[in-house]
């Protein structure tokens, strides 16, 4: 894609907007919670920033996957939850408290790991290119675009929370419309390499959104963690932020690497609907087996 308003001016006002809704539902409150349920949210947090990312690593291993279509694995595994985890969580009866912790942290944590994820895997997978890396003026970009928004989000929400209520559905909405455009967008302009990869490109991000939903539950389930956290975390690990990470392939001040914006596209549109099996299946819960009487003496 070359240099143009959607890739300098849009792409970046659609960045800052979906972090600005971010920053809008996160409250101090939010990471104090982290305290009151520890295993929980260290369980989530280790499968979503070391587990998962070293579970895509193999599997584009052992698929050898192009490196187009590696950087956007590897980017998308490094975003944060997406904005409908916490709605698919509700309608799967989990502990929504537990998604917005989760969103809260990770958020910030990736405000550091993506940077970093960036540098290596544009090093390993595209080579001593222009492309490596963070140049200052991406650097200026992710904190004018990621770092600054949150921050102003969550200042509205604690000095001004009646504003901030307000605004939070324009943004949420804006930030749905951004999706869907940018998914589009990423889709249309890589139209031509989508029809000779989609038959390799939607098994592997079907394979991988299907991981993340069950690792998500099972992993806090096999170290004791409650049912409705365990699927808060599914959730929470299952859905990305497809839009971000687009986004940041998109952008010419961040990658550049248009191309690798197919896969997270993908992968949303596919998490949306593998999200959804998981959220019905999760929602039966098991009938408890029936209580007998005992026999009456006569």
Do not use: K
Request: contains cysteine; positive net charge; aromatic residues 4%.
């Amino acid at each position: 894609m070359h240099s143009s308003v959607l890739t300098t001016v849009l792409l970046p006002i659609a960045l800052a907007v979906i972090m600005l809704g971010l920053g809008l539902s996160l409250t101090l409150p939010d990471f104090v919670r982290v305290i009151s349920a520890p295993r929980a949210v260290g369980t989530a947090l280790a499968c979503q920033l070391v587990l998962m990312p070293a579970l895509c690593l193999a599997l584009l291993a052992l698929t050898r996957a192009d490196p187009d279509t590696a950087v956007g694995m590897l980017l998308l595994a490094a975003s944060p939850g997406g904005t409908l985890a916490a709605l698919y969580s509700h309608l799967a009866r989990g502990d929504i408290a537990l998604n917005i912790t989760l969103t809260a942290v990770n958020s910030l944590i990736s405000v550091v790991t993506l940077p970093l994820v960036m540098w290596g895997v544009t090093r390993h997978y595209v080579g001593h290119a222009h492309t490596i890396g963070l140049q200052p003026q991406g650097v200026v970009t992710l904190i004018a675009t990621v770092v600054l928004p949150v921050g102003l989000g969550m200042a509205l929400r604690r000095l001004h929370p009646g504003l901030a209520r307000t605004l939070s559905q324009a943004v949420r909405i804006v930030a749905l419309i951004v999706l869907a455009v940018v998914i589009v967008g990423a889709i249309l302009q890589n139209a031509g390499r989508l029809g000779q990869s989609l038959g390799f490109v939607l098994p592997l991000t079907a394979a991988f959104s299907v991981l993340n939903l069950v690792i998500g539950y099972w992993v806090p389930r096999l170290t004791r963690v409650e049912r409705p956290q365990a699927v808060a975390s599914s959730m929470e690990i299952g859905i990305h932020n497809g839009a971000l990470a687009v986004t940041i392939a998109l952008s010419p001040a961040l990658l550049n690497m248009p191309a690798a914006a197919v896969t997270p596209a993908i992968y949303s549109l596919v998490a949306f609907i593998t999200a959804a099996v998981a959220a019905s299946l999760l929602a039966r819960r098991p009938r408890p087996l029936p209580v007998m009487e005992p026999a009456s003496s006569t």
